[in-house]
């Protein structure tokens, strides 16, 4: 409130009417408390001191950010190669001395095909890709100190959406995968290389179950490591990598497309010798993975498509004896490439719909935000 005005019959001079009081421990428009210097204005974009909002692609472009911290990402990358390559060392160090000592280790160099679909193999190859997890992380933490920001945008694994759509990618890519073999068997298309040992042309391609010798323990390695494998090749290519290319490029669009495209590449790159059309598939998954991350602002629908897409195909591949054929498959006949292709896109549509309805977190937070610095 303010002072009441002087009566009406007194004649003076008009006084100026003090300020409106104002809370304890505040100042009022103008001025500043004694001893303290006036505000600041808020960060906006003119004054080039606010951050732009950061979708995953650029998520390491915070305020930690200069032009050299992408090299300590890739510096701890390399080094954590190393000290793999270390250990392969000290492993054919070890080969050595038990050879003299008369104590016959597993060799690598003589390792054969069957060994790799092996329990042991398979379980010693799906932990060989799992690495790709910590290190990511790591290299995460090298560049930004928060490792956290390559699982997704809020620095953690969103668990809900992660599991969710696990079981939605499940019950879109079975039926889709039964039906397509049911279509090539129809049409007496041919499916040369095929992973599932079912094989276009047979009389009943799902029956009789022909299991794989070992199928059990084969089936309980599957369970429990490919979700690691799967993770991991996710982790890597469309974690790190996508983000430390990202994190180089100023522009949105530009750290959202080149590194879906070069993770896509890379990635089926790193399946080895393989037929156009199995390149297209693996490329094709790739590309459709990076928008699964953009789109959700995370890891976790990237990684749920490629475990489930992973167990189907082993589990297909143990029930009817495929194993081998699945895991050193090198082609596949274009009726084929083209099924699996559309399955893959037809489970990320889904997905993407599924995923928006959740309204997942797009962008990393400010830390006023999040309550924390």
């Known amino acids: ?12 001079s008009p006084a100026p009417t003090p300020p409106a009081p104002t809370p304890p421990g505040t100042t009022s428009p103008g001025t500043a408390s004694p001893g303290t210097a006036p505000a600041e204005p808020a960060p906006t974009a003119s004054t080039g001191t606010a951050l732009a909002p950061r979708e995953y692609p650029q998520a390491l472009r915070g305020p930690r950010h200069r032009w050299w911290r992408p090299l300590l990402g890739l510096t701890a990358v390399v080094a954590c190669t190393v000290v793999l390559a270390g250990g392969m060392l000290l492993y054919a160090l070890a080969l050595v001395v038990s050879g003299a000592l008369g104590v016959q280790l597993p060799d690598p160099s003589g390792l054969t095909d069957a060994w790799f679909v092996s329990p042991v193999g398979l379980l010693v190859t799906n932990l060989g890709l799992a690495l790709g997890i910590p290190v990511a992380l790591v290299a995460t933490w090298a560049q930004a100190r928060r490792g956290g920001l390559v699982s997704s945008v809020l620095g953690r694994v969103r668990w809900r959406l992660l599991l969710g759509a696990l079981g939605v990618s499940l019950l879109l890519l079975v039926p889709l995968t039964f039906a397509g073999d049911l279509l090539l068997t129809q049409l007496e298309l041919p499916a040369d290389g095929g992973g599932t040992g079912t094989g276009a042309g047979a009389e009943d391609p799902w029956w009789p179950l022909t ?12 369970l429990l490591t490919t979700p690691l494998q799967a993770a991991g090749e996710e982790y890597f290519f469309r974690g790190w990598l996508t983000q430390w290319t990202g994190s180089m490029l100023r522009w949105r669009w530009l750290a959202i497309v080149l590194p879906a495209v070069l993770t896509a590449f890379l990635f089926a790159l790193a399946h080895g010798a393989q037929s156009p059309w199995l390149f297209a598939d693996r490329l094709v998954f790739g590309l459709v993975a990076s928008l699964l991350v953009w789109r959700t602002g995370g890891l976790e629908c990237a990684v749920a498509l490629h475990v489930a897409n992973n167990l189907l195909a082993f589990g297909l591949a143990i029930a009817y004896d495929g194993l081998e054929d699945s895991l050193l498959i090198t082609e596949i006949a274009p009726a084929q490439g083209a099924v699996s292709i559309t399955g893959t896109v037809i489970t990320t549509a889904v997905l993407l719909w599924w995923a928006r309805r959740r309204r997942p977190a797009l962008v990393v937070p400010e830390p006023a935000e999040r309550g924390t610095r």
């Open 1 to 12: 409130m303010t002072d009441a005005m002087p009566p009406a019959t007194v004649q003076s």
């Open 211 to 222: 299991p794989a010798s070992g199928w059990l323990a084969l089936a309980v390695v599957v």
